[in-house]
């Protein structure tokens, strides 16, 4: 029996089908679950969080050679299955939630320390995971996850390029991106459209951005969100459009502009340019001078 009938079969057997609502496409075969948990360098010293569980194909390498594993399975059916097949090893502790709504502070209690998360990801929650990650990157120590290939080009991708976009500077600015190897539709049942790309994220601080003062990271994803909204616009019509200083409606938008084409002088930048074309570097300093524009403005009005 190949490994897409057993797959078949053991679906069939539990009265399982692929649900598209949860972009479940399962890795079917042995030696790319255990090429993919070797690449993410898992040992036995780690607590693993898996996104996905599945039919257990990856679970399983993954817990032949970590400490303890926790998996996450939003579909009730897939937990029922293992529940009654009992064949996940004993240190894998399987748990029902949608990823999307776990606590991601409580997990890493649970774990005892940052997260490691691997997960052969719903191509349907790729960008909101992503971001979560992000949202929780001072709990995170790393993660590896398969992607759709035209997501994990833009994770990686070079200024001045069509996938250069919001999750890049995102998560370029707190964490290090690898890829690690391309998956074909023939290692996945049902098999995608198209290829697949495993990704290794590391959570830790960026070389590049150690020579930096500190900036206010709300502020930073509101630019960065801002300039590439309208990535058509120039930067400072892009981000005019933001209203960083919505807190002086008496002002209006034309002292708004002129603040803004202040932060974007004071950043080393012309107005003209567009967001595609800035470096991670150039949205920090950006999101630097706003800073102490806005503490400059609220100390005016506090003295007023």
Known sequence: MTAYSKTRQALQDHSLTPKKRFGQNFLVHRRTAEAIVRAGEVCKEDTIVEVGVGLGALTIPIAEAAGQVFGLEIDSGIIRLH???????????????????SDFGRLAEQCGGPLKI???????????????????????????????????ERLTAPPGTKEYGVPTVMLQSCATVRTLMTLK????????????????IDFSPVE??????????AIFRRIVR????????????????????GFLPEKGKAAGKELTGGIIQAAGLAPDI??????????????IETSRLIDSLSAGQEEA
């Open 274 to 287: 567009r967001a595609e074309v800035l470096a991670l570097e150039d949205y920090i300093h950006l999101a």
């Open 208 to 217: 590049r951005l150690k020579g930096l003062p500190g900036y206010d990271h």
């Open 226 to 245: 801002a300039a590439f909204g309208q990535r058509r616009k120039t930067l400072l019509n892009a981000l005019c459009s933001a209203e960083l200083f």
């Open 83 to 101: 529940q009654e097949e009992r064949d996940l090893p004993a240190n894998v502790t399987l748990i029902h939630a949608d990823v999307l709504k």
């Open 185 to 200: 539709p023939a290692e996945f049942h049902p098999r995608p459209k198209i290829d697949s790309v495993v990704v290794r």
């Open 118 to 152: 691997m997960a052969n990801l719903p191509y349907s929650i790729s960008n909101p995971f992503l971001f979560k990650l992000i949202e929780n990157r001072e709990r995170m120590a790393w993660a590896t996850i398969m992607l759709q290939k035209e997501v994990a």
